[in-house]
């Protein structure tokens, strides 16, 4: 059963700090691996997404790497600021290409 | 509408009464899902359709949980004799094609609250 895993689970930093969040998974045999943004009493939103082929995706201040023979995933945020203080969440789609699973998630703060 | 509505927003329910949650997708979305979030907790994966075919239904924890989508759009999931443990944010997703390839727009949920 696919598990997925993120590192660590809250962070405070200071502004403008960089910083790494952690994902890593059970099963290699996914179809992509999704990072997304949580807000407190929100819905997702999708930041990212990485099919199994690629190593990498970037968006503005965020990148995001798999390495699927490992089972794993970073998301990197560049100069951060206090509105990306929210929960990110990393998720997996399952071989059957219906189910992502996620993990629970880690809490960033960042303070001005 | 510009995104994925959900309604009620907020839902408070006794034990053992039935409910029915609404998802109205982005329009021409073909797929759809329905997760269950607990406090703290990452969303799960519930149920999938394409269409109106309900092709995944692996997450829904018992009988008592049901969903349709009769016409390929709005979406209802129905939960039968609700229990305290029931109690979450219920999120639903939608994406243009095959979920393989595309983004998820989720929803901003509905809090279900079992008293």
């Known amino acids: 059963k696919q598990e997925v895993t993120q590192i660590p689970a809250a962070l405070s930093v200071p502004e403008g700090e960089n910083l790494v969040l952690n994902c890593s998974f059970t099963?290699?045999?996914?179809?992509?691996l999704q990072w997304f943004r949580q807000d407190p009493g929100k819905g997702l939103t999708s930041l990212l997404l990485?099919?199994?082929?690629?190593r990498e995706q970037t968006s503005g201040r965020l990148n995001a790497s798999l390495d699927k023979s490992s089972g794993r995933s970073t998301l990197y945020i560049a100069a951060s600021q206090p509105g990306d203080s929210a929960t990110y969440l990393c998720?997996?789609?399952?071989?059957?290409?219906?189910?992502?699973?996620f993990g629970k998630g880690t809490t960033l703060s960042v303070s001005s | 509408g510009a995104g994925v509505s959900q309604s009620p927003r907020y839902k408070v329910a006794k034990r053992g009464q039935d409910v029915a949650l609404r998802c109205d997708p982005i329009?021409?979305?073909?797929?759809l899902f329905w997760y269950q979030q607990a406090l703290g907790q990452g969303p799960e994966f519930l149920t999938y359709?394409?269409?109106?075919?309900?092709?995944?239904k692996s997450g829904l924890p018992s009988d008592r949980f049901f969903a349709e989508r009769p016409e390929g759009s709005v979406s209802t999931l129905k939960i039968q004799r609700t229990q305290q443990e029931d109690s979450a944010v219920y999120l639903c997703?939608?994406?243009?094609?095959?979920?393989?390839?595309?983004?998820?727009?989720f929803g901003s949920g509905t809090q279900l609250s079992v008293l």
């Open positions: 997703a939608s994406s243009l094609a095959l979920a393989t390839n595309e983004k998820l727009f």
């Open positions: 099963d290699s045999a996914i179809y992509n």
């Open positions: 990485i099919q199994s082929s690629q």
């Open positions: 998720a997996v789609m399952d071989q059957a290409g219906t189910a992502l699973i």
């Open positions: 329009s021409g979305h073909v797929s």
């Open positions: 359709f394409q269409n109106e075919a309900q092709l995944d």
